[in-house]
Structure formats: structure tokens, C-alpha cells
């Protein structure tokens, strides 16, 4: 077994032994394989590093109970990344592809996925990027798909333990931009917002609608959710955000199995008040409750400073019980990965 103390692990690059990487040249992808080289070479025109042709990923491996090990809905993430790759005039990788190649970090790197019952799970990144002799501004003439993995914990310190956010007075997307897309350039402006935030004791800013910056947009690198006092659960709707794959279960799970209104709609600044309890989801994020937003110089609260609220919570564990296999999943929402080492 590793030397890992799985309780304490934070959100943190780890070197593990196996990566996947498949190059595309000439119209195709190559064979893909995995290799212990965790350091890349590439051409110094490539567009990755000039232009921001580069997307990515993230999604993880849970441990189950029984030892066996599940992944969420990666089909969704093989989808987004084609998504993302079309926008930035990059090559599709083939679901099937995407898949396998998943599958092959997981069960390679197998005594890395934390135990059950940890609260620790196995990240893996994904990502595409452009690569090959390049200068002027147009697509690159050849691509890297790799696949790497880590084990993690929460990615905000705490789980779920509310923690406050603030409104910031930048974007990370324009209306018609990038920002539906998972491009490392919208990371790339969301650094400096960021380090404001942390600055001044926030977990992460809050990005309002670019338009009119009256609508609640993003939370950090995460979507946002509120419970309003009447029981819907709402979700902001705008084609600048990032569609979460945690946020449409979410949807999902607050309608189907807690009978609740479910709506994509607009989540306005100056209606917090409707909400009894909010949140921040995303694969990272998982579920992480916000205790108040800070805008100017107001500060709202919304359930508690310290308590989650029973909505959160119950959300949170449906969405944890079926990640780990011991909720019930919708159909097609796990899918086991196979591995050598009897568990
Ligand atoms: C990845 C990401 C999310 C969360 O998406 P999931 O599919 O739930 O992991 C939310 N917002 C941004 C900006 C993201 O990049």
C-alpha cells in the first residue's frame, strides 16, 4: 500500500505513477499509451503556450464500500471536452477514447484511489492542447491528449462547512466568449480576481453576469445554487457559464427524487433574500455550502455562518451516496472501472 494519509490530503499536484498520452498528427490520433514520464516536450511555437489553445477536464474515481471503483458520468466530460475542443478549432477525441483512456489512469494507478470511507477520491485531469512549430495565430498542426491523476480532498478546506464568498468587479467570460467552454484561458483571468479574494479572507469570488453584472454567475471555479424559502432549487442560466456536470445532477436529483421545482433561471443580486440556503458545486467543489456573499459593503447571510443547511445537506448526500455506491444511481450515471488488483 501507499504512504498516503488520505485524511489529509488537500487539493494538490502528487505525482502517481502511470499517465495516458495519445498525440494527434496528420488527421488521426495515435495508439495512446501510458507512461511513467510525467514531464512533456513540446515544440516551442505551440499554440498552447502562445494563444491558449488548451482545454481540459476534471472529473474523479470514487472507492466503493465493496472495493470496486466508480466513475461519474464521464461520458458527460468526453462530451464537454468536444464541446470546448470545437470551439477552440481543436481536434475531437472519440468518446470511446476518452473513456478508455480514463479508465487506463484509474486502474494503472489503482493503489492511489483513497479507501472508502476517507472522504478522499482519485482526481483525474484531462487535457487537450496544441502543439507542433507555430507563430501566427491559427489552429496548431498537431495536439497532445493526456490524462493524469491524483488522489485529493476537498478542494475547499473544510467540505461542508459554509465559507463566505465575494462579489468581484471582474469577468471571466464575455457573453459571446469562452466562457461555456473549460479553456485554460478563463482560468488564466480568474487568477488575479482570485488572489483579491483570498486577500481578504474569502473562499473565492462570486462573477456576476458580464452584461449587467446585476446576476450571480459563477462561484470561483464552481457553479452556484440557492434554495429558495418556498423549496426550488434554482441554478443561474446564461451561455457564459460553465455547464457543471455536478450542477445538471443536482437538477436532476433536487426534482426527480425530493420532489422539489428544479429551474435554470436568473439569480438576481438584489433578491438574496429569497434564498433560505446557497451553495457551490462542481466536481472539486463537490457541494460546498456558502455561508454569505459579500458585495460593497454589504454582507448577506444566507442559512448560517457556521451550519449547512438540511437542503444542502440531503442534496449532498444523495449526490456523495451515489458517487460512492451506496445511493441507488439514475441509470448510466456510474460506470465501474475494471482492475487488475483484487481489492
Ligand atoms: C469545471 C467547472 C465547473 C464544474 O463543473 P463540473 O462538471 O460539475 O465539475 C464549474 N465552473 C467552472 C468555471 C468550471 O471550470
Aim: hydrophobic share 35%; net charge negative; glycine share 10%.
Amino acid at each position: 500500500m501507499v504512504n498516503i494519509k488520505w485524511e489529509e490530503l488537500g487539493f494538490n499536484y502528487i505525482k502517481t505513477p502511470f499517465r495516458y498520452i495519445s498525440h494527434w498528427k496528420n488527421g488521426q490520433w495515435d495508439e495512446g499509451q501510458l507512461t511513467e514520464d510525467n514531464m512533456i516536450t513540446i515544440n516551442e511555437g505551440s499554440t498552447s503556450l502562445h494563444y491558449g489553445q488548451e482545454c481540459f477536464e476534471g472529473l474523479k474515481a470514487y472507492r466503493r464500500k465493496d472495493g470496486k471503483i466508480n466513475l461519474f458520468r464521464p461520458t458527460e466530460n468526453a462530451k464537454r471536452l468536444n464541446r470546448s475542443a470545437q470551439r477552440l478549432q481543436m481536434p475531437a477525441v472519440p468518446e470511446e477514447m476518452f473513456i478508455d483512456a480514463v479508465k487506463q489512469v484509474v486502474a494503472a494507478n489503482e493503489e492511489y484511489v483513497p479507501p472508502y470511507g476517507t472522504g478522499a477520491t482519485l482526481y483525474l485531469r484531462p487535457y487537450l492542447i496544441g502543439v507542433g512549430p507555430n507563430i501566427g495565430v491559427s489552429p496548431a498542426p498537431e495536439y497532445l491528449f493526456s490524462v493524469f491523476c491524483m488522489p485529493v480532498g476537498p478542494y475547499f478546506k473544510g467540505g461542508l462547512t459554509p465559507s463566505n464568498f465575494i462579489v468581484s468587479e471582474y469577468d471571466r467570460a464575455a457573453p459571446f466568449g469562452t466562457g461555456a467552454a473549460k479553456v485554460g484561458g478563463n482560468y488564466a483571468a480568474s487568477l488575479l480576481p482570485g488572489q483579491h479574494a483570498h486577500d481578504r479572507n474569502f473562499s473565492d469570488c462570486i462573477y456576476l453576469d458580464p452584461a449587467t453584472h446585476t446576476k450571480i454567475e459563477e462561484v470561483g471555479s464552481a457553479n452556484f445554487f440557492g434554495i429558495t424559502h418556498s423549496n426550488q432549487f434554482i441554478t443561474p442560466k446564461s451561455p457564459s457559464i460553465l455547464p457543471s456536470i455536478t450542477k445538471y445532477s443536482l437538477l436532476y436529483l433536487a426534482h426527480e427524487r425530493f420532489g422539489m421545482e428544479a429551474i435554470e433561471g436568473d439569480v438576481c443580486l438584489d433578491e438574496l433574500d429569497k434564498f433560505a440556503e446557497a451553495g457551490a458545486c462542481g466536481t472539486a467543489a463537490v457541494i460546498s455550502p456558502i455561508a454569505g456573499i459579500q458585495n460593497g459593503d454589504d454582507f448577506h447571510v444566507f442559512y448560517s455562518e457556521t451550519e449547512t443547511g438540511p437542503v444542502t445537506r440531503k442534496l449532498y448526500e444523495e449526490l456523495v451516496g451515489i458517487q460512492f455506491g451506496d445511493v441507488e444511481a439514475p441509470k448510466g450515471w456510474v460506470v465501474e472501472v475494471e482492475t487488475k488488483v483484487k481489492s
